[in-house]
């Protein structure tokens, strides 16, 4: 069955940096768009970042992450991953990779928490 | 940008009975080619992930209960449970996806009255 597991989220201080990554599993990783949705406590979903299951054209960043935040793949390791730089207190949510990108989200993995404190 | 807007934010509905969200886009989410709407409804219960229950505003996903159906076109759309159960305790959100970047509305608490 698909899984998708989340790792890397923890406490960073603000403007710090840190690297959240997704494996993936039961499905042909490569076939498909992938994207970043982050939860901030009590809050709602915001879609932050995806990128292309073929890697055409540019991976999008929603505007609250732009120019801070990058997203990778790796298609042979079946991982997706988030860097996140310059990284504020208004960041701190729960992150979660979620197969699809320009339709529906299938999939979502259990979820991976990041911090951003003093 | 498409809008998204849930209401209402909160409801409570006896066990048995029948609960109602509703999810307006700002504007139109069906698409003449394929005469399709480009919606979605997620169940998300505490602690856990969203969970995709319906695509295309009316198609469950596999292993739905048949209780929760979707409905609805072009900007006003639907989700419906026929009969409240204990598990239905959640928070649900709509998603277009017409157009990029997709978008969520802001959610609807279902509790127990």
């Known amino acids: 069955q698909v899984q998708l597991v989340e790792s890397g989220g923890g406490l960073v201080k603000p403007g710090g940096s840190l690297r959240l990554s997704c494996v993936a599993s039961?499905?042909?990783?490569?076939?498909?768009?992938m994207t970043w949705i982050r939860q901030a406590p009590g809050e709602g979903l915001e879609l932050i970042s995806y990128i292309r299951y073929g890697g055409a054209g540019s991976p999008y960043y929603a505007d609250s992450v732009k120019g801070r935040f990058t997203i990778s793949r790796d298609n042979a390791k079946k991982s997706l991953d988030l860097q996140m730089d310059s990284l504020r207190a208004d960041d701190t949510a729960v992150y979660y990779c979620a197969r699809g990108g320009t339709h529906y989200f299938d999939s979502w993995g259990q979820g991976t928490l990041v911090t951003v404190s003093s | 940008d498409i809008v998204v807007t849930q209401s209402p934010d909160s409801l409570a509905v006896s066990l048995g009975e029948r609960a109602t969200i509703n999810c307006k886009c700002s504007q139109s989410v069906l698409y003449s080619s394929n005469n399709k709407n480009y919606l979605a409804w997620y169940q998300q219960k505490p602690g856990q992930p969203p969970k995709l229950l319906v695509n295309?505003?009316?198609t469950r996903e596999s292993g739905v209960p048949d209780r929760f159906s979707g409905s609805g076109s072009g900007t006003d759309f639907t989700l419906t449970i026929s009969s409240l159960q204990a598990e239905d305790v959640a928070v649900y959100y709509c998603q277009q996806f017409y157009s990029s970047p997709s978008a969520f509305g802001q959610g609807t608490r279902l509790e127990i009255k």
């Open positions: 039961g499905f042909t990783f490569s076939d498909y768009d």
């Open positions: 295309w505003a009316s």
